[in-house]
């Protein structure tokens, strides 16, 4: 690993001057699982390394029945799993963070790390956007907010410009008669990088016969991972049924547009998007109802 | 035979139990000192230049900027590397030609594999050696891949060494090609075995290249003193084969040479050749100061041995009376980028379980841009079997028989004649299948959607090779002793066993310890299954050499003749004098005023191996959807001959099944076009967690080995040949798909199953 | 660039300080400043967990921490495992199951181990499976090491 510096802001402000000041050769540190190992592996360099951790707003975990939940971006997977508010009202949030890597980097891997680094195969993305989270940054310019599916550009690249970072994500109250549900596939049991994830939320007509309204969000089978609001029109206002649910699979598939590496061909992950939408939306449906 | 009138024998009272290991307590605190944990004063680190190129010409290196970085105390290329007399040592398990070995040490004017190492550095700090490998200038002239076997073969293909000409048949036919050697046994005539057979099915397999994946990675720490003696620290699986290999490459004497053996990280064969061991040893020589390296991950997997990939064509006929009659394989494997002999040892096991006239077998062996291949754990065998039992099980089904009455009615037994030559002394496979056939697993019905059970069977012929031990009995009756296998899984303790059984004492009285190359005489390799039988013989004998001093010890202590002393069950008697009697702990507090210590020493170099047949059944349950196989349930059966201490001997096929099943199911070498392995982490190469096995159930066949005292035969390798096989044929039932590919990943499995469905 | 940083942390009980580089890895330091190499260096990215270390009540992979953030922690390695009165149940139910063959991963299975024990004292196979997926171990199939930490559960249950 070459050589960088470390510094800790105690403060959002302090923060943004340390990242100010170097530009584009600062980068933060929340769990370091991506950071970390990015630098030891030489695919990224940096002159500063800005931990997040100290910086209170960073360390906030607070559920408002009304106002929805906010993470701040230091907050480990575990603590977002084993919240209690999480587990009753953001089950697919823990989906999610509880498939991240192993134990040992859901202690130390924070949502706020998955956002930015930005890999089309994050297992967080997904669900933040199906979820309707909103990413709050703070830059030289003040703080601003960003639906999650716009916030990714690239891979590894973010609407973040130069001195501008992730301090939280902002998710809605859920809604009622509603249920979101998370799943990827990969070839073993744990500790895989998704093939293609897939995250659904539906709410539920009051009969929990139709949907009144559905999100969708497919990853690794795009640069970024792909929110799909056709996917969930498609759902929207038509009976909750395997011939609705397949229309919305079927449009998974059409939107996939992958890549054959190591982890998996074209012809999989276009397959897959389909298979995991619609276990997605299932159990999406299972939950709300 | 000296185990004859041992055998059958039950009522040891030392073997067949489960003692604590000696060295556990120092594994679970942390305490036992591996490679990386190797600390003195004045070290420096090292590390490789390693190439970006599968395969290239090195045009020039230039170093004097890295030489000039503060802190760098010296670089090094092939050229401090003396050029060997064309020269073969022999490693035990596996040769080394010198010349190639100097040339996979540090490339000499070729890159032949990505990774492949061409200069180092060793620097005060390993951040150092990192930026000062970022200053030495390499110009390459690239070349194209050859990444697949039979790519290789195709005459007209280009040529990964200008000097390689291909061995057939033991001759050299001077012709310049990739394929390095081929070999042939034929048995019988296969054409009129054909002609016999009701039932003929020939298929094509692949099988990908795969790691041993030992947790630790390749370590060295060698000082290089100025009165030319050199002392090495490293995890090998053998530290006599690492003298030797540095005395062949330095061009010293083994005398100056002393190789310690720390703990060492899992081996499995991959830990037998050198790699960091000579350059390390340069460096300290050019710095002056103590050298370690260590590899990062992902030089490990690009560039230390993994096993081949390979290219098996099998043929094999039966009547309808369920007899095998004929059997033919082609085995094209990949050596990588120097010239290996894996596809002998899969030669010699692929038919091995069966009774079959007429065999005729085709091997070669192929230079590719891969790494140079090793030994993984009955090299050769498991690619062999993937593709002669999924055969098998095809067979069964067309005649409508049972996979393990088949097996039986055609299993090769004691005086049955093996393709390549030998005819089996006793062995036990009939014992194992009737063991599978009894088990609770294979009679418990399978029931649910997708699921399916198979079987496979496999063979690992052992090997014996030289061990010594030498055995100091102390005051209080405990015997501390030496040996030189470096102990991966519980060695130290099941040769103190062998130690203690014929001593009548416990096996926590005795001490073991695993020496240098100073330390103990000549040992071979912790490999070929070979320690618990030729260590543990050479400790049996050591007891011999103890008693017999005893003997004459109590003999003199009484003033009687030693004919008279009789030694039984721990005690030394008077056969005239039934009141003169001591026990084995009473006579060694009386040492002292008999003449002094008593040492006793043993070397062995037994020929009496004998080979080691497992099972394994398989139920698995594949999704298909996704075509991800879930492996529910899996015993392995398997004859160890006397199962010395029996919960190592599960340890050992618990792991290879694990291993095999990661081999089967998603473990691969993933080369892109341009020969760059992309899958050079232990995210991507993937094998099995805990989370994806279920428990391993073993069912120990104990047929005892009439060539060793105590019936061993070894237990290390033959666990890994059957998985692969056995989940193809379970897989087969799950979702009636015929896999011919390794891995049998989810990818793989989605492919199979389009193809059936015409999508 | 600044040159080394001055960290005060604590390690299994002891207030201990240390110079590191911030590239240095929290593995780097404990094993090369503080003499503790219990914990391995398997793959060096978070892949095989033979360097789980305890910090602040959770396991992590000490190779993808930094030194310069244990300022303030409190951090447990393997060779806080056993105390003066002996081996930790965990280490005593690990050589009793002969859940080791080469034992490079074993001080990092013990370590994750307790980590889960210390939270959950009852696990079931599956959770215990779950926990321990970022712990690889090559030789063993990982059947005697499930088994070693139920049977620890079991017999910490009935000591209490």
């Known amino acids: 690993m070459h050589a ?45 390394l800005v931990d997040v951790k100290k910086i209170p707003e960073a ?50 891997a924070t949502i706020g790390g998955n956002l930015c680094n930005a890999s089309p195969a994050a297992d967080t993305i997904p669900t933040l956007i199906v979820l309707g989270a909103t990413a709050k940054t703070a830059g030289p310019d003040g703080e601003r907010e960003v639906a999650v599916e716009d916030f990714c550009t690239a891979p590894g690249q973010t609407v973040m410009q130069d001195g501008e970072f992730l301090v939280s994500v902002h998710f809605p109250a859920p809604a009622a008669n509603s249920g979101a549900y998370f799943l990827r596939f990969i070839p073993r049991n744990e500790m895989d990088i998704a093939v293609v994830n897939a995250a659904a939320s539906v709410t539920l007509n009051a009969e929990k016969n139709a949907f009144a309204s559905a999100r969708i969000a497919v990853g690794a089978v795009a640069p970024v ?45 276009i397959h897959l998007a389909g298979v995991l939408t619609r276990r997605a939306v299932r159990g999406a449906v299972e939950r709300a109802g | ?149 039979r790519e290789a073969m195709k005459p007209g293909s280009p040529l990964l060494h200008d000097t390689l000409t291909t061995e057939s048949l033991g001759e050299d036919t001077g012709t310049a090609s990739n394929v390095a050697t081929h070999f042939q046994h034929k048995l019988g005539d296969t054409e009129s075995g054909f002609a016999k057979a009701d039932v003929v099915i020939e298929k094509e397999f692949f099988t990908d290249t795969v790691h041993q994946g030992y947790i630790e990675p390749q370590n060295a720490t060698a000082l290089w003193n100025p009165d030319g003696r050199l002392t090495v620290w490293c995890s090998t699986q053998g530290s006599f084969t690492v003298r030797e290999q540095l005395a062949g490459l330095l061009q010293i004497s083994p005398v100056n040479i002393r190789v310690i053996p720390t703990e060492i990280g899992g081996g499995f064969g991959g830990k037998i050749r050198v790699y960091l061991e000579p350059v390390a040893a340069i460096l300290s020589r050019k ?141 036990g496979h009939e014992e194992v299948l009737k063991a599978a056939m009894a088990s609770d697993h294979y009679r418990a019905p399978l029931q649910g959607r997708n699921r399916g059970r198979g079987v496979a069977s496999g063979f690992w012929f052992n090997v014996g090779l030289k061990s010594s031990a030498c055995a100091s009995v102390n ?14 899984g519980g060695t130290r303790t099941s040769v103190a066993m062998q130690l203690a059984e014929p001593l009548g004492i416990p096996a926590e009285d005795v001490n073991p310890v695993v020496a240098d190359t100073d330390g103990v005489g000549e040992t071979d390799v912790t490999g070929g299954s070979r320690v618990t039988f030729s260590t543990g013989w050479a400790a049996y004998n050591a007891a011999q050499d103890i008693i017999a001093q005893m003997v004459e010890r109590a003999a003199k202590y009484w003033e009687i003749s030693p004919d008279d002393v009789a030694f039984d069950d721990g005690t030394f008697k008077s056969r005239s004098d039934p009141s003169k009697s001591l026990t084995f702990k009473e006579l060694a507090g009386k040492l002292n005023e008999t003449g002094g210590p008593v040492v006793g020493r043993a070397t062995v ?155 | 660039m600044a040159g080394k940083v001055h960290v005060t942390t604590n390690v299994n009980g002891e207030e201990t300080e240390f110079l590191c580089e911030p590239r240095d890895t929290l593995l780097d330091v404990l094993r090369d400043n503080l003499g503790l190499t219990g914990a391995k260096e398997g793959c060096g990215n978070g892949n095989c967990g033979a360097c789980s270390v305890i910090v602040d009540g959770r396991v992590i992979n000490s190779c993808l921490a930094l030194g310069v953030e244990a300022e303030g922690c409190e951090i447990t390695t393997i060779e806080g495992v056993a105390t003066s009165a002996g081996l930790h149940p965990l280490q005593q139910k690990f ?63 009935e000591t209490v």
């Open chain 1, 4 to 48: 960088f510096d470390y510094v800790a802001p105690q403060t959002v402000a302090e923060a943004v001057a340390v990242l100010s000041e170097n530009g584009s050769e600062a980068r933060m540190l929340a769990g370091g699982s991506d950071i970390i190992a990015q630098l030891k592996e030489g695919r990224r360099r940096v002159k500063v």
């Open chain 1, 59 to 108: 360390n906030e975990l607070s559920f408002d029945p009304e106002e929805g939940l906010t993470i701040g971006a230091g907050v480990s997977c575990c603590d977002v799993y084993e919240n209690e508010h999480v587990a009753s009202n953001y089950p697919a949030l823990a989906d999610s963070t509880e498939l991240i890597g192993s134990i040992q980097i859901q202690g130390r």
């Open chain 1, 225 to 269: 991972p792909l929110y799909l609001p056709e996917a969930g029109e498609a759902l929207a206002g038509n009976e909750v049924s395997d011939e609705t649910i397949e229309k919305a699979a079927e449009i998974a598939r059409q939107s996939a547009r992958p890549i054959t590496d190591m982890r998996g061909t074209i012809e999989q992950r």
């Open chain 2, 1 to 149: 035979m000296p185990g004859e009138d041992f055998l059958g024998i039950k009522d040891y009272k030392v073997l067949g139990t489960r003692p604590i290991r000696h060295d556990g307590v120092d594994k679970v605190t942390g305490r036992a000192i591996y490679g990386a944990d190797v600390q003195m004063s004045g070290l420096i680190y090292g590390k490789v230049l390693r190439s970006p190129y599968a395969h290239a010409r090195i045009v020039s290196i230039d170093t004097r900027k890295a030489e000039s970085l503060h802190g760098v105390k010296a670089v090094t290329t092939v050229n401090d590397i003396p050029v060997p007399e064309k020269k073969i040592e022999d490693l035990g398990e596996g040769a080394a030609n010198m010349v190639d070995l100097r040339a996979n040490v540090l490339a000499d004017g070729k890159v032949v594999y990505d990774g492949h190492a061409v200069a180092a550095v060793a620097a005060t700090s390993a951040h150092i050696a990192e930026t000062a490998l970022c200053l030495i200038d390499v110009k390459y002239e690239v070349l194209d891949p050859l990444l697949d076997v």
């Open chain 2, 287 to 427: 710095s002056g100061h103590p050298v370690k390296m260590v590899m990062d991950r992902d030089e490990v997997l690009k560039a230390t041995g993994p096993t081949p990939g390979s290219y098996i064509r099998v043929k094999m006929g039966a009547t309808n009376k369920g007899k095998l009659v004929a059997a033919e394989a082609y085995m094209a494997y990949e050596s990588g980028g120097f010239a290996g002999a894996w596809a002998e040892p899969g030669a010699m096991c692929i038919f091995a379980p069966y009774d079959i006239e007429n065999v005729a077998i085709d091997g070669y062996n192929v230079v590719v841009n891969k790494p140079q291949t090793m030994a993984y754990r009955a090299p050769g065998a498991t690619n062999a079997a993937f593709a002669s039992e999924t055969i098998v099980d095809e067979i069964c089904e067309r005649l409508g028989e049972d996979p393990l009455e088949f097996r039986m009615k055609n299993a090769a037994k004691e005086g049955t004649r093996r393709a390549d030559g030998p005819t089996f002394p006793r062995v």
């Open chain 2, 475 to 488: 005051v209080d009756g405990t015997v501390s002793l030496v040996e030189g296998s470096t102990d991966i």
């Open chain 2, 605 to 759: 170099d037994p020929q009496g191996v004998g080979g080691a047949f497992s099972l394994m059944i398989a139920d698995v349950e594949t999704d298909p959807d996704t075509g991800k196989v879930d492996v529910l349930r899996v015993t392995m059966v398997q004859d160890a001959g006397k199962a010395i201490h029996p919960a190592y001997v599960e340890g050992q096929m618990q792991g290879g099944a694990a291993q095999g099943i990661g081999w089967g199911l998603n473990e691969e070498y993933w080369y892109n076009d341009d020969g760059e392995l992309t899958n050079a982490s232990l995210l991507d190469y993937r094998m099995p967690t805990c989370l994806d096995l279920p428990m391993i159930e073993t069912i120990i066949v104990e047929v005892p080995n009439p060539g060793h005292p105590y019936g061993v035969r070894g237990v290390g390798e033959a666990p890994i040949v059957p998985p692969p096989a056995a989940l193809a044929n379970a897989i087969y039932r799950a979702a009636g798909v015929r896999m011919n590919v390794l891995p049998m990943s989810p990818g793989n499995v989605l492919k199979a199953l389009w193809n059936k469905n015409g999508s």
């Open chain 3, 95 to 157: 050589l009793e199951h002969a859940a080791l063959q080469c034992g490079v991963c074993t001080p990092g299975f013990i370590v994750a181990a307790k980590a889960l024990l210390d939270r959950e004292p009852e696990p079931d196979e599956h959770r215990i499976r779950l926990w321990l997926a970022g712990n690889l171990c090559r030789c063993t199939g990982y059947d005697k090491i499930v088994r070693a930490v139920m049977d620890t559960a079991r017999t910490m249950k």
